[in-house]
């Protein structure tokens, strides 16, 4: 696999630490189904509107144990479902860490990375080796970078791709 072509670029929407699953997507709304409707919750106790200001592509920054709460996976499937590009935290829980992957949304660590880095800025986030680019500062920041098999989840859109894929065969 050609892990370089692994890259994403977007905008900075940069939170602090111990964003739980309940911001993500408050637990009253789990009852809706329909994806669309759901995502429109999105952050909703901290960022009225943030599924209407969110663009495709945009990346979200965060501090120590990025969901943490629940292990609920519509708080990664929200964010997926706004175009989320990626999540770059100092930490995360290790249940949504793994339920992001799974699903196809590239997660991944970052020392001090909120203290580089101010809403709206742009990255690109090269996640084979972990450097990430700010492209409106120029600085040039290190993170963890991922093994090849967690790159192959991303790269399908998810886990279930790659089953799918598997047994196809």
Not at 43 to 56: C, L, Y
Not at 95 to 119: H, M, Q, S
Not at 131 to 138: F, P, Q, V, Y
């Amino acid at each position: 696999m050609n892990k370089m072509d692994i890259k994403i670029r977007g905008r900075v929407w940069k939170f602090g630490d111990n964003i739980n699953t309940d911001i993500i997507i408050p637990g009253r709304y789990l009852t809706i189904r329909n994806l669309s409707e759901l995502s429109s919750h999105t952050f909703e106790p901290i960022i009225p509107n943030f599924a209407a200001k969110v663009q495709s592509g945009d990346i979200i920054v965060a501090g120590h144990s990025f969901g943490c709460g629940s292990s609920r996976e519509e708080a990664v499937l929200v964010l997926k479902h706004l175009g989320i590009g990626a999540i770059i935290a100092e930490s995360f829980s290790r249940i949504f860490f793994r339920n992001a992957i799974n699903l196809g949304l590239p997660a991944i660590e970052c020392k001090n990375i909120t203290k580089r880095v101010e809403d709206g800025h742009e990255l690109e986030v090269y996640l084979d080796n972990g450097l990430i680019k700010n492209l409106t500062t120029g600085e040039t920041l290190k993170a963890s970078s991922l093994p090849d098999f967690l790159l192959e989840i991303i790269k399908a859109g998810g886990a279930i791709n790659i089953l799918k894929k598997k047994f196809k065969q």
